[in-house]
């Protein structure tokens, strides 16, 4: 049973992850959204229309995966943290951000469906591939839905023309798939600027045993974001 101070501690986990992310620009204004889940009887998730680099533990809402409100004003886009958590039994927290490269890459390469990660062994290691998911309106279902093919599979993913998304065991992991992200996607735009420069038409990929390496180490990690 979890204790008042337990959730106490939780809110404030909430409050320096927010934090965390405005400081390394991966959200801006009232962008975001941040979520733990206690139990499918309490979600706790940020507020609605506030400044997440300002919110304090007093700010947090609580929410049930039925989407009933406990407490406080919960985020406009509550329903797509919601299908992640009714989808993904292993999820207990969700980082919801807006990291400007990732987004980039998005829009500049509309037919991608993936982030091009092959080149990149860490990221392999780290999240597998990392999927872009089709736009969908902003505080719709849809949002969640859209999710359904990539779940509970991938953990860390594009939101197409909107932002990021990574889901964990718990907070840090959910936190360090947003800014593998971010990381990942910058290395990878500056590489193509650099092979542009250069007149390179792609980016060289490992070898295929050394894929296959680096993705069995993968699978024999368990799956978490690292």
């Given at each position: 049973?979890?204790?008042?101070?337990?959730?106490?501690?939780?809110?404030?986990?909430?409050?320096?992850?927010?934090?965390?992310?405005?400081?390394?620009?991966?959200?801006?204004?009232?962008?975001?959204?941040?979520?733990?889940?206690?139990?499918?009887?309490?979600?706790?998730?940020?507020?609605?229309?506030?400044?997440?680099?300002?919110?304090?533990?007093e700010d947090i809402a609580g929410i049930t995966l039925e989407n009933e409100i406990k407490f406080g004003k919960p985020s406009g886009e509550r329903l797509m943290h919601l299908e992640v958590y009714k989808r993904c039994p292993q999820a207990k927290a969700i980082v919801h951000a807006h990291p400007p490269t990732a987004i980039a890459w998005s829009l500049a390469r509309p037919h991608l469906k993936e982030l091009p990660?092959?080149?990149?062994?860490?990221?392999?290691?780290?999240?597998?591939?990392?999927?872009?998911?089709?736009?969908?309106?902003?505080?719709?279902?849809?949002?969640?839905?859209?999710?359904?093919?990539?779940?509970?599979?991938?953990?860390?993913?594009?939101?197409s023309r909107h932002g990021g998304l990574s889901w964990g065991e718990d907070l840090m992991e959910a936190y360090n798939g947003m800014e593998r992200l971010e990381h990942s996607a910058l290395i990878l735009k500056m590489a193509h600027e650099m092979a542009q420069m250069q007149t390179a038409t792609h980016l060289p990929q490992l070898p295929d045993e050394e894929l296959s390496a680096l993705m069995k180490i993968r699978q024999q990690q368990g799956g978490r974001t690292l």
């Open positions: 049973m979890w204790e008042e101070e337990n959730i106490t501690e939780i809110k404030d986990q909430i409050v320096q992850v927010c934090q965390r992310l405005n400081q390394k620009n991966l959200l801006a204004a009232a962008d975001g959204n941040v979520s733990y889940r206690i139990s499918d009887r309490l979600i706790l998730i940020t507020p609605t229309a506030l400044n997440k680099a300002f919110i304090t533990p990660f092959e080149s990149l062994p860490e990221v392999i290691l780290a999240v597998g591939n990392i999927p872009i998911i089709p736009y969908a309106r902003p505080g719709t279902r849809e949002m969640g839905l859209n999710l359904a093919n990539v779940l509970p599979h991938s953990r860390v993913m594009i939101l």
